[in-house]
């Protein structure tokens, strides 16, 4: 099957750990994205990548950090300095269609809990 | 940036009538406006999407339609059925890899 899967879909970590949520895609898409997003509120930006080895911050990028080493793979790491980790994370991959707008697709999520 | 409004925040309605979603966006070199439903616990999935050569799109029960001059655009449930309750988001992009969202609608479809 084609498709993203992000793992684990439940996780949990005391404050001040470091934390690696996995993003993987199969669908030979060139872009890949991370979004948060809380209760009541719409998804909220936080890295996104274009090509391999390459990555731009998004709307929240603070306390989190990227990697993109292979076109199928993105993930993300929630450092101790982000404040309020908490949240349901989400993975998106576009495919890339020079001077056009594209559709993103989503992966079905990481729901983080730091206690 | 862009900045895109959603209304209503929670709709319900009975079964077999339709629903509504408004947003609104504030960049008018938006050019990309796909709306995604999000089922409890899961990713959101993308049901339909406009772009902004076209004015109205259908597929099925549910339709787009877009007003560029006014900057909004609508998503349009017909027949709702329960399996339709869910949150709904609709967004907007204006340079291809970055999407605005909007904040959301939970639509619950009486029965």
Redesign the interface.
């Known amino acids: 099957d084609g498709g993203i899967t992000q793992s684990p879909k439940y996780l949990f970590r005391k404050e001040g750990q470091n934390v690696t949520l996995s993003c993987e895609q199969n669908l030979n898409h060139d872009a890949m994205y991370w979004y948060r997003q809380d209760p009541g509120q719409g998804l909220r930006l936080i890295y996104y990548s274009q090509i391999v080895n390459d990555f731009q911050k998004g709307d929240i990028a603070e306390g989190y950090s990227v990697s993109r080493e292979k076109k199928e793979s993105f993930p993300l790491t929630v450092t101790s300095a982000q404040k309020n980790p908490t949240a349901f994370y989400l993975c998106a991959s576009s495919p890339q269609l020079a001077g056009s707008p594209y559709e993103q697709y989503f992966g079905p999520g990481t729901r983080l809990t730091v206690t | 940036?862009e900045n895109?409004e959603?209304h209503p925040?929670t709709l319900s309605v009975q079964e077999g009538d339709s629903a509504v979603i408004k947003c609104t966006y504030s960049d008018s070199a938006s050019?990309?406006f796909?709306w995604?439903k999000q089922e409890l616990?899961?990713?959101?999935?993308?049901i339909i999407?406009i772009?902004s050569n076209v004015g109205e799109k259908k597929d099925q029960r549910i339709a787009v339609t877009l007003n560029k001059t006014a900057k909004h655009f609508s998503l349009h449930i017909t027949e709702t059925q329960p399996e339709d309750s869910a949150v709904y988001?609709c967004a907007a992009?204006s340079n291809?890899?970055?999407?605005s969202?909007?904040?959301?609608t939970t639509v619950t479809v009486r029965a």
């Open positions: 940036g895109v959603q925040s050019n990309y796909p995604y616990g899961k990713g959101p999935q993308l999407d772009r988001f992009t291809d890899y970055k999407l969202f909007g904040a959301g």
